[in-house]
């Protein structure tokens, strides 16, 4: 047992009052399944929930409910004013992850005699993040750098939403979608030079999953519909809670809502992202898994001639990292401007830079296609004035 306070807060009066109460040790990490995860706070640590909720909640749950709130407060990062002591971890971070940019040359010389191939996360890598998750569209600026990046690299999508909402920003039949955290993945409906000739993609793992989703997402929609800023979406094979707009006072009512509609599903999990609690299949599928079987589809399975680069922002793409480290193979990126755990080796700040990354590959394949034509024909024209 370990002793935490848990400040109760009354509605009427509008007195917090700090309670120490003794919670079991839980091993609550595993509720958030992804790399990163930090380990639940030590005893002293605040969370602040209404009185109804502490009295609904029992010891063992309400330590659970703790560590909710905490990893909800830590994948939420507060961006203080810089400070000496924010830029030293900064900096230190950087050398551990240092900028994509800044690394091109080194990057594409690592790649030499090998297939780029590119996966990209969609939320936070190429749109910016903002409030209302209908709204995040990438800017056509991006959406022409991407279209040109696949003309010259095999390019997937790979995205916590439903497939069809992410087509639905980005719009570019040649690329592969992988939605709903990968469970949903599809080839390119056209143009796509790779893979030609081939059958059309069509993987969906968690598909006997459908049916319970979308009655979890109708459930989670009606117990979170008093909290105000909660907005749920279903994305198909996977349902999305977003608290980005809920009062931070109001986490821990929100997570006991999340809680007391999961615990009825153990066949679901919970793992989260950006201000966002993600609830899916207990199945063992995520980006990672989704990445490998794209590779396979391309005819890269067992490949040491492909380079495969993976950009992301999020704690989900995590498991992509994850899986080009153990391959060995290519690399990650991560979207970030603050230090984070992660399994990338380099970083970018932000979609913008995203998208100036992109534009030097493209640009960079386009001048080493140009290099090796003018070459073949020095030769073509090297072995005819022999012949005469
Ligand atoms: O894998 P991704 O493509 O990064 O998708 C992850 C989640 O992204 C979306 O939520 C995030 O972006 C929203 C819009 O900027 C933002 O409001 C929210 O706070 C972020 O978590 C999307 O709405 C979710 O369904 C995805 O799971």
């Known amino acids: ?9 009354d509605p009427k009066s509008g007195i917090n009052l700090t309670i120490p109460v003794k919670v079991p040790v839980s091993n609550s990490s595993a509720l958030f399944t992804t790399a990163a995860q930090k380990p639940p ?9 209404s009185r109804k909720t502490l009295v609904e909640i029992n010891g063992n749950n309400s330590a659970r409910i703790n560590s909710w709130v905490e990893s909800m407060r830590a994948s939420s990062p507060t961006h203080h004013k810089s400070s000496p002591a924010l830029s030293d971890d900064l900096n230190s971070w950087m050398v551990q992850h240092p900028s994509a940019l800044d690394m091109f040359e080194q990057i594409i010389s690592a790649s030499k005699g090998k297939q780029i191939v590119m996966f990209l996360d969609y939320d936070g890598t190429l749109s910016p993040i903002v409030e209302d998750p209908d709204q995040a569209f990438m800017s056509d600026a991006m959406r022409a750098t991407v279209r040109k990046l696949a003309r010259y690299f095999p390019t997937a999508i790979v995205s916590g939403r439903c497939r069809d909402k992410v087509y639905s920003f980005v719009r570019l039949a040649e690329l592969y979608y992988a939605g709903s955290h990968g469970m949903d993945i599809k080839g ?3 143009g796509s030079k790779y893979k030609k000739g081939a059958q059309a993609v069509l993987f969906q793992p968690a598909s006997e999953f459908l049916p319970m989703i979308d009655e979890v997402y109708k459930e989670l929609v009606d117990i979170t519909k008093s909290t105000e800023g909660v907005r749920v979406e279903n994305n198909k094979f996977c349902a999305s809670v977003h608290f980005r707009c809920v009062d931070e006072k109001k986490w821990g009512e929100l997570a006991q809502q999340v809680r007391s509609v999961l615990k009825e599903y153990p066949k679901l999990r919970l793992t989260q992202g950006r201000k966002v609690l993600e609830i899916r299949p207990t199945i063992k599928w995520d980006k990672g898994k989704a990445l490998e079987f794209l590779l396979e589809s391309l005819g890269y399975a067992n490949c040491t001639d492909v380079f495969p680069v993976y950009i992301g922002d999020d704690r989900t793409d995590e498991d992509a990292f994850k899986v080009l480290r153990e391959r060995d193979q290519g690399f990650g990126i991560l979207v970030s401007k603050t230090p984070k755990d992660t399994h990338a080796s380099y970083s970018l700040q932000e979609p913008s830079e995203v998208m100036v990354f992109l534009r030097r590959l493209v640009e960079w394949k386009k001048l080493s296609l140009r290099r090796q034509f003018r070459i073949r024909r020095q030769i073509e024209e090297m072995k005819a004035s022999l012949r005469n």
Request: charged share 5%.
């Open 1 to 9: 047992m370990t002793q935490q306070n848990v400040v109760v807060s």
């Open 41 to 49: 706070p030590g005893p002293g640590s605040c969370i602040t929930i």
């Open 188 to 190: 390119p409906s056209k």
